[in-house]
């Protein structure tokens, strides 16, 4: 994955996927933004019954809140890429969003663009 500089509106991504992460000490974060600009922050859940990535149910939430497309999600992982779940739940909504990985301290390490 190509490091990449972020702008501003993608920023808050990482931002707001790490105060996810944060907040129940999980293994990952995520968040999205919708075609109208709403965001959907998640965490990693890992019960006994269900494993989700964070990105997985961040995209859960778009969905289910109505949205239609996707225009980025940002990733904050220890690991060295994005999930491959939930990269194609991102697909399922958008061809081309991009998908930003970051580490913990929110230094963004690559992104994912396109199928």
């Given amino acids: 994955m190509p490091e990449t500089a972020l702008d501003a509106e993608d920023a ?3 931002t707001l996927a790490r105060a996810a ?3 129940i000490g999980a ?3 995520a968040a999205v933004r919708d075609q109208d600009g ?3 922050a998640a965490a990693t859940v890992a019960l006994p019954s269900l494993t989700l990535s964070a990105l997985q149910v961040a995209v859960a939430m778009a969905v289910t809140a109505g949205a239609r497309t996707l225009e980025a999600a940002a990733v904050v992982t220890e690991a060295s890429t ?3 779940a939930g990269y194609a739940a991102v697909r399922d909504l958008s061809a081309q969003a991009p998908v930003y990985a970051a580490r913990p ?3 963004p390490f690559g992104t994912l663009v396109g199928p």
């Fill in 12 to 14: 808050k991504l990482v």
């Fill in 21 to 23: 992460r944060a907040r």
């Fill in 27 to 29: 293994l990952e974060g």
């Fill in 82 to 84: 994005v999930d491959t």
């Fill in 105 to 107: 301290d929110g230094t």
């Fill in 38 to 40: 709403r965001t959907y």
